[in-house]
């Protein structure tokens, strides 16, 4: 469980300065590091540094991430397995890429 956490947990930890370092007034008066990682998610694809496929991944691994919260894997009935570990980081690599190709600005 921990493992298909930690890629939802990086994501926001790599999102938070990224909009800290290039454009914190897209959140308006939300504090970067108060933001949901919903919010953090939408705002880097509005401002075009991730595509908007990435942005779709992200989201699911959003969901998975929220699997943190015992109620929420037990509401789901669902089992996570080392292929959906697999296909978490795939998401968090993609974001890597995306943010690195993208300037500041950019969008």
């Known amino acids: 469980m921990a ?7 990086l994501l926001e930890g ?7 370092e290039r454009d914190r007034a ?9 933001a949901t990682l919903d919010v953090l998610i ?3 694809h509005q401002a075009g540094w991730i595509g908007a496929d990435i ?6 691994l959003r969901r998975y991430r929220n699997h943190v919260h015992p109620h929420r894997e037990i509401q ?3 089992t996570l ?6 296909v978490s980081w795939q998401v968090v690599s993609a ?13």
Not at 26 to 34: N, Q, V
Not at 55 to 60: I, L, M, T, V
Not at 81 to 86: G, S
């Open 26 to 34: 897209l959140l308006g008066s939300t504090s970067p590091d108060r």
């Open 42 to 44: 939408k705002t880097c």
């Open 76 to 78: 789901e009935a669902h």
């Open 95 to 107: 974001v890597l890429n995306d943010l690195a190709t993208t300037q500041p600005g950019s969008g």
């Open 55 to 60: 942005e779709r991944f992200c989201h699911e």
């Open 81 to 86: 397995d080392r292929d959906t570990l697999n």
């Open 14 to 20: 790599v999102l938070v300065p990224v909009i800290q």
């Open 3 to 9: 493992a298909i956490i930690m890629p939802g947990s």
